[in-house]
């Protein structure tokens, strides 16, 4: 995992963020700002380690070519990127194996600091798509196989401190059966897509160091091994444990001691004596007693996290010198799965578990994707009321995972496999990578239980058995859980097994009767509804592009359909051994075997929100946040009906000025928690005509307001739009953007009526363009600039350059006239990056060729057009009042008549 340094400014919003989520309606809780280093290489500002970010600044060729693993060879003629970065940018729709599949290569020119000589030099990989080798000063270091794992690599004699040097990565994505998920893409229901697609660091240690669980390959043991072993809160005391792994790979005996402190725990610290041989490495292992209270353990609804800081130090001269220190946020917490349900911290969880599955792949950028839109994702999906997330299927970036532990979100981890079962060095390399998912990941509070088999595959019954164990072997303390399809062989050994729910009452027959009470179960993926595995017609799958009407029969397909079918109705109905379920799936994303994107999601490729997004967030607990939604546009074509979502009491409905309506939102026997409020038949566009011609717009309105014993919490209004005004921009989810080569924001543009509401009904196309130190990501080939409006909006990506300071996002209109809508625009501050970053400044993006932002000519230039366009806007609309006057001047004339 990644160690997350919250600014103490934004320490009350993750707090806020982790508790409550929106109040009202959707606006919601905004993205801590972070900053990221590995805890897997543990630098941390002013350290010991020196750790330094190698994202920036790789010269990149699709493509195979010989030679390019030389320290000499002249890659002078190659693009410069940074990573994370795919194989190439995609349009918005990229199924149906759209994506490339091949090699590519990767340079890095870079002056290594001379203030690592005599340090070991660690080269970590996040991860790299497919088959990948690395070459140092044109030295071969490693092949890989497999590309959702990290690469540690022991860099120290190929490196040369003081002195340029040349880093090669080959990475090639095309189809390969002797590693997993090892199905051919074509035949795939996700995309591998390629690349150096997460981040990259190199790591200066002492000598003798606390290892990387993932170099090492030590069962259950190498790096930092946190757990939980007990709570007694009635003496407020928790027992845990913490392993540690030194190694001396200097040519002299270490004697000294390790100290181990969890300073937030009231200075809670043991130190241990620790003498090594040269070559040597052993593993320590303590049990501290460290007082808690229930506010201080980690729970989905109270992510507290406590430091755990681990420090080796080398007496000499009756001196303590610390030569090397890691530093992890862990979380003190248990977890009970059992027939009775699931328990957290002894304490029975007061609902059904219920979240997502997580394909990590993003609009345009593929599977590349940034640190802050990780983070972006975890907190939409917390938002929306999930409080488990199951990740499909692969491991996630360390990011999201980091995320999830701040934000409280459980995670189930799956290791890589889809329909898939392979011959030769298939199998072993399965097993590498349940053990070293294990290790990568077992310290975050937020992991639920693991999943080691391989999705939907008929897979040998002795392979359940092995992966089981491997994993028990791997986290041998308790809260140790394994999840297995309980129609796959080897399903007895796994402490949860995968099932839909059974219910026998009216319409929920669902299932037939196979569980045992005696069991828990879960089901991994609730929700997808096709009529067949080849055309793929449905009622879950929407494209938000289609408009309220389809959106809507989404929604109630997840909440509560008139089918039978597992939904949140279902899930909630079913009995306590039953713990929960996970949808499939919360985003629109891309697949190889089918041409269509999968349009499943609550939230589109872009995380633009679907109705069901607030479906899903009205189920969440009232004292997590009150909120109401009203789901309806006012749109010439709406429905009559008007469905209002809220987790209050109940919703107070005005629709046109007539009198106010309340219907309950609160279920208070088994089921749904919220049903939705439908008002039948309470709005008509002929009524919204009649006000409009009458001089009432201003009443041609729907208020929704949330009750919670009575008094109102939340409120939402919605009105129709008018004539198209003018763009309006906004940054999503607004983050502390900073200047690291690698951030994106999303932009989105509305087109809006001059009171600000959302024209739905436009198919205009936008233009973007941006000032300031960053990019415009994708252009007219993905189809991404100009971006045709869908359903009001219209995204666009931009990636933050190396050098801090005020961005400015234009939009305007393609095809313009004297009746065009205004333009739009939105500034905001990239912040300088407080990190440390190596890379030469010639191999900066736009360093070395034309620069991707505008100059100050051009700003004075855009500054005047808009002067322009606002006068003639302002004109235009006196023209337009001429033109309304006379028309009803003509109705009123032929009427009398």
Known sequence: MKLIHILSACATVCAAAASGMPAGDSSGTELPAVQTVSTMAGALPGGVRDGFSMNVGWRYHQGDVQGADGKSFDDSGWEVVNV????????????????????????????????????????????????????????????????????????TDFLECGKPNVIAVRADNSDDPTYAPGKPQDVLDFCYFGGIYRDVYLIGSDKVHITDANEENVVAGGGLFFWTQKIDLAKGVAECGVKVHVRNESDKEFAGEVKVSMPDAKGVSKVLPLVLKPGEAKQLEVMLDVPVTKESLWSPDRPSLTKLDVGVFRKAGGKAEEVDAMQLDVGIRTVEISKEGLFVNGEKFPEKLIGGNRHQDFAVLGNAVPNNLQ????????????????????????????ACDRLGLFVIVATPGWQFWGKGPFEGRV??????????????????????????????????????????????????????????????????????????????????KTQSPDRAYFTREFGDNVDSWSSHNSSSRVSRAWGE???????????????????????????????????????????????????????????????????????????QGPMVYVAHSMTPFSPKDVTVFSNCDEVRLTVQ?????????????????????????????????????????????????????????????????????????????????????????????????????????????????????????????QQLNPKRIQWGTAPVLVRMGTEPGKVTVNASLKHRGTQTPKSGSVTFDVKPDAGRRLFKEQYVPGKDGERATDGADSARVKELEKKLETVTHELNKLRNKEVERDQADFEGNARNK
């Open 84 to 155: 994370p970065h795919g194989l190439e940018l995609l349009p918005e729709e990229a199924s149906g194996g759209k994506n490339y599949r091949g090699p590519a290569w990767y340079r890095k020119h870079v002056d290594v600091p001379a203030g690592l000589q005599g340090k070991r030099m660690t080269l970590y990989f996040e991860g790299v798509m497919g088959k990948s080798s690395v070459w140092v000063n044109g030295r071969k270091v490693a092949d890989h196989f497999g590309g959702y794992q990290p690469i540690v690599l022991n860099v």
């Open 375 to 402: 983070w972006m994702d975890a907190l939409k999906l917390r938002k929306a009321g999930m409080r488990v997330i199951r990740c499909a299927h692969y491991p996630m970036d360390p990011a999201f995972m980091d």
């Open 431 to 512: 097993y590498e990578n349940i053990r070293n998912m294990v290790r990568r990941d077992r310290n975050h509070p937020s992991v639920l239980m693991w999943e080691p088999i391989l999705n939907e595959t008929n897979f040998p019954a002795d392979f359940a058995k092995r992966a089981h164990d491997a994993t028990h072997e791997e986290y041998p303390v308790p809260g140790c859980y394994t999840g297995c399809d309980s129609i796959s062989q080897g399903h007895e050994h796994y402490e949860v097994l995968y099932s839909h729910p059974e219910i026998s009452e009216e319409k929920f027959a669902i299932s037939s």
């Open 549 to 623: 009407v389809p959106m809507l029969v989404q929604a109630k397909h997840y909440l509560n359909p008139d089918y039978a079918y597992t939904c949140w109705d279902t899930l909630y109905r079913a009995p306590d051994y039953h713990f929960g379920g996970t949808l499939w799936h919360p985003f629109d994303h891309q697949r190889g075997y089918h041409p269509d994107t999968f349009y499943g999601g609550i939230l589109d490729a872009f995380r633009q929100p679907k109705l069901s997004y607030y479906a899903f967030m009205s189920q969440r607990p009232v004292e």
């Open 657 to 781: 000025d007539k009198p106010a309506v309340t219907q309950p939102t609160k279920n208070t026997g088994r089921g749904l928690p919220h049903p939705p409020a439908v008002f039948k038949d309470v709005w008509d566009f002929q009524k919204s005509k009649q006000m409009t011609r009458n001089g009432q717009e201003g009443k041609d309105r729907i208020v929704a307001e949330g009750l919670v014993n009575g008094q109102v919490v939340c409120r939402h209004e919605v009105a129709p739009s008018r004539r198209p005004d003018h763009l309006k921009l906004e940054l999503d989810t607004k983050t502390e953007l900073v200047a690291d080569g690698s951030s994106v924001a999303v932009v989105v543009a509305s087109m809006v009526d001059a009171n600000g509401s959302v024209k739905r009904l436009n198919n205009e196309e936008i233009v973007f363009d941006v000032q300031g130190p960053a990019s415009i990501v994708g252009g007219e080939e």
